[in-house]
């Protein structure tokens, strides 16, 4: 409580770090690899994260649709529900929560398997949410109560996202450079 500015910038960045490198050496390869093989082989992907996991589960789904995949997200629910009631063929449910306990991701997921394949985004392979998924990408985060260790462990999500990303990009090869370079022209008449 008794923190000044410099302090609390000093706290937040080197905790920031140390988590995002502790990240760094403990992200499971195998998981990323398998992860990229279904959001290559898709044909949707329905993202599901509510609350600052919501944040991270609609940057996902704006940046794999930059890529040319077809992405749903929806902060509603129930839109989320009747989405997946009937599952497709080539559906990937990708999943963000860090407890792997919230229900309004877990119970949508769980009903969509067999048929779709399961990505989760979360901080323990042992939550309901990592034993229902087919490919589990876990993160380290140290959340207790405070509500730093949430914005931390948002943003070791968005790394992880950003990593996925990047590595879909790199498969689809240099399509993918002609396909953003276009996007970013057709928005440029969004700038002032």
């Not at 949707?44 to 991270?56: D, E």
């Not at 877990?106 to 998924?133: F, H, M, N, Q, Y």
């Amino acid at each position: 409580l008794d923190d000044d500015i410099h302090t609390v910038k000093q706290k937040m960045f080197q905790n920031t770090m140390r988590i995002l490198d502790e990240n760094l050496t403990a992200l499971n390869e195998e998981a990323l690899q398998s992860a990229v093989d279904l959001v290559i082989s898709s044909k949707r992907i329905i993202f599901l994260g509510f609350g600052s996991a919501g944040i991270v589960a609609a940057d996902g789904c704006f940046k794999f649709s930059e890529l040319g995949l077809t992405c749903h997200y929806s902060a509603d629910p129930h839109f989320n529900v009747v989405l997946l009631t009937e599952p497709q063929d080539g559906d990937v449910v990708f999943c963000v929560s860090y407890t792997g306990e919230s229900r309004d991701v877990l119970i949508p997921a769980e009903r969509a398997k067999p048929v779709a394949k399961v990505i989760a985004l979360t901080g323990s392979a042992d939550s309901p949410l990592g034993k229902i998924a087919d490919v589990c990408i876990t993160t380290i985060a140290e959340e207790k109560n405070y509500r730093t260790d949430v914005m931390i462990s948002r943003l070791v999500q968005q790394s992880v996202i950003n990593i996925l990303y990047v590595l879909v990009g790199l498969r689809k090869g240099s399509r993918t450079m002609k396909r953003l370079s276009k996007i970013h022209r057709s928005v440029s008449y969004l700038r002032v």
